[in-house]
């Protein structure tokens, strides 16, 4: 990158690009630096704030990481999977099992 000191957030911003983006998203996917390095959980934590705060300041809602498009989910089938569910039957929390084996 550069020999500049690195004090807050906004200097790793200033001197990331897209491809330094995709490198980091690429590295915490793999969990991989791309020379084979394993990262560390807490280079992994490092890395993806970079990644959000990048994502925040130069791209869309629609192309971070995590999005979740929401247009048209008043009108799609409910958790239960039947069509014609009231709407206080869709906000109804259903709890998870979760089986151990």
């Known amino acids: 990158?550069?020999?500049k000191n690195i004090e807050s957030l906004q200097d790793?911003?200033?001197m990331m690009?897209?491809?330094v983006h995709m490198n980091l998203k690429t590295a915490v996917e793999?969990?991989?630096w791309p020379d084979g390095r394993k990262l560390s959980p807490e280079q992994v934590?490092?890395?993806l704030?970079?990644?959000i705060a990048y994502e925040q300041e130069f791209l869309?809602?629609?192309q971070r990481v995590g999005y979740i498009d929401r247009t048209g989910l008043k009108n799609t089938r409910s958790a239960t999977g039947r069509e014609g569910d009231s709407e206080a039957d869709q906000d109804q929390?259903?709890?998870i099992n979760v089986v151990k084996h």
């Open 17 to 19: 690009n897209p491809e």
């Open 12 to 14: 790793i911003l200033a």
């Open 93 to 95: 929390i259903m709890p």
């Open 60 to 62: 869309p809602e629609q």
């Open 1 to 3: 990158m550069s020999d």
């Open 30 to 32: 793999l969990g991989r």
């Open 49 to 51: 704030q970079a990644i």
């Open 45 to 47: 934590e490092y890395c």
